[in-house]
Structures are given as structure tokens and as C-alpha cells.
């Protein structure tokens, strides 16, 4: 056994100092590398760790289906008994707007038809968006169904819902339903914004009606009228900004 002279005290002294500062940390990284008691230790890939979690994975598994294949990635997720998602409309949601930055229209429409199927629920900002998806993708009279099907489902008509259906009539060159919506705005509380008068002018110009066009470009009263109180969410607003 070799011991070691030390000539005074403060060399003693630093010579336990650092083995008083090794030791803990020695010990710390052998206490990580035992598993805990009780724990089996498994090499499983855990779905669900991707960045975002198991949401995002569904989303990008729907980015991947083929066209149509949208409704069995959804089921499966729903299903899944190791890692289901939430019958969440948020989640959803996501999934449209990740498909709708991608220019996947065709899938947001899927998305929507599957929540119906699996019972999730639905709000006003699901009908904006697949409305929106429905009009860019050429099915303007599936957004205009939607639509019309909103008030009988409970689901509120905000200032975005008016505005995609405008804008969806003037796809299918339905100028004149364009502007009886502009006119009806008024009468379900709504307040018009840009987007509205400026699709409403559209209207009036693709229909010749000049004395019109030039009321909603001086900003008459038929562009100002005041709307009563709204108590609609703007919360939507980001889904027609495409």
C-alpha cells in the first residue's frame, strides 16, 4: 500500500478538496446508468416522441397517403390501442391546416368527411377551413353546401364563413349570390370587413352593375351599413389568408 507525504498542510488540503469534488460525480453518473428498481429495460421505439408527439406523426401520415387514404390513417390513429389521438377538433384542425400549406385541398375535404364519420366533433373554424378547401380546389358547390348546412347544425356563421362562401360564388360565377350574402351580412349581426366589400365589388363589376360598384367603392351605405352587436369568434380568421 503507497502512501503519499504531503510537505504542508494546504497541499493536504487541496487533495481532498478535489477528491470530495470527483466523488459525487462519479457517482452521479453511475446512479443514471442503473435502471431504476422495478423498471424492465426495453429498446422499443415509443411512438409518440417525434417532434409535436403522436399529432404531428398522424399529420405527416396523412401528407403521405395516397388520395383517398386519408380516412384509414385517421381510423387508425383514432383506434390505435398503443398510442390513439384525442377525439380532439384541434388536432384536426392542424391536420387541415398542415395539408392546406402544403396545397393538399383535396385531403383537407377528406379530413372533414372522416370527422364526420368517427363522430368528432365539429365547430365553425372546421367548416371555414374545409369551405376554403373546397373553393381553391374547385368544388365551390360542396362550399357552398357546407354552408348552407351550418344553422341547421348548430354551428355559428362568422364574418369568415360569409366571406368564403362570397368568394366561393364568384368561382362558380354566381356574382349575384355573392352580393345577396354581402347584403345579408348586416342582418346576422356580422360587421364587413376589406375582404368583403372587396369581393363584393367584384361582384357588382362582374355583373355590370356600375351604379353599385361605385356605391361599394365610395363606401355608401350599401358598403357601411351598420351591423347590430357580433358575438361571432374571429379566432378563424388565419383560414382564409390563402
Not at 112 to 138: H, P, Q
Not at 140 to 149: G, H, Q, S, T, Y
Amino acid at each position: 500500500m503507497r502512501v503519499r507525504c504531503f510537505t504542508n498542510l494546504s497541499e493536504a488540503t487541496a487533495n481532498l478538496d478535489t477528491r470530495a469534488r470527483v466523488r459525487p460525480v462519479t457517482q452521479t453518473f453511475a446512479a443514471m446508468k442503473r435502471p431504476a428498481k422495478g423498471v424492465k429495460k426495453s429498446h422499443k421505439l415509443t411512438r409518440g416522441k417525434a417532434p409535436g408527439g403522436r399529432v404531428y406523426e398522424v399529420a405527416q401520415a396523412i401528407l403521405n397517403a395516397p388520395a383517398g387514404g386519408v380516412a384509414a390513417v385517421i381510423r387508425d390513429a383514432l383506434n390505435d390501442k398503443e398510442a390513439p389521438i384525442r377525439r380532439d377538433p384541434r388536432a384536426f384542425t392542424m391536420f387541415s391546416t398542415r395539408c392546406r400549406k402544403s396545397g393538399e385541398w383535396e385531403k383537407c375535404v377528406e379530413i372533414f368527411d372522416a370527422m364526420r364519420e368517427e363522430g368528432v366533433e365539429t365547430n365553425t373554424i372546421v367548416y371555414n377551413a374545409t369551405m376554403s378547401a373546397c373553393s381553391k380546389g374547385g368544388a365551390w358547390e360542396r362550399a357552398l353546401e357546407l354552408f348552407d348546412d351550418m344553422p341547421g347544425l348548430g354551428h355559428e356563421r362568422s364574418t369568415i364563413t360569409y366571406n368564403v362562401a362570397m368568394g366561393a360564388c364568384m368561382r362558380g360565377g354566381d356574382w349575384e349570390r355573392a352580393l345577396e350574402l354581402f347584403d345579408a351580412m348586416p342582418d346576422e349581426g356580422l360587421e364587413r370587413d376589406a375582404v368583403s366589400v372587396n369581393t363584393a365589388m367584384a361582384a357588382a363589376e362582374a355583373g355590370g352593375d356600375d351604379e353599385r360598384l361605385r356605391a361599394l367603392a365610395g363606401g355608401g351605405a350599401a358598403a357601411k351599413e351598420e351591423p347590430k352587436p357580433d358575438a361571432k369568434t374571429k379566432k378563424d380568421a388565419d383560414d382564409d389568408d390563402d
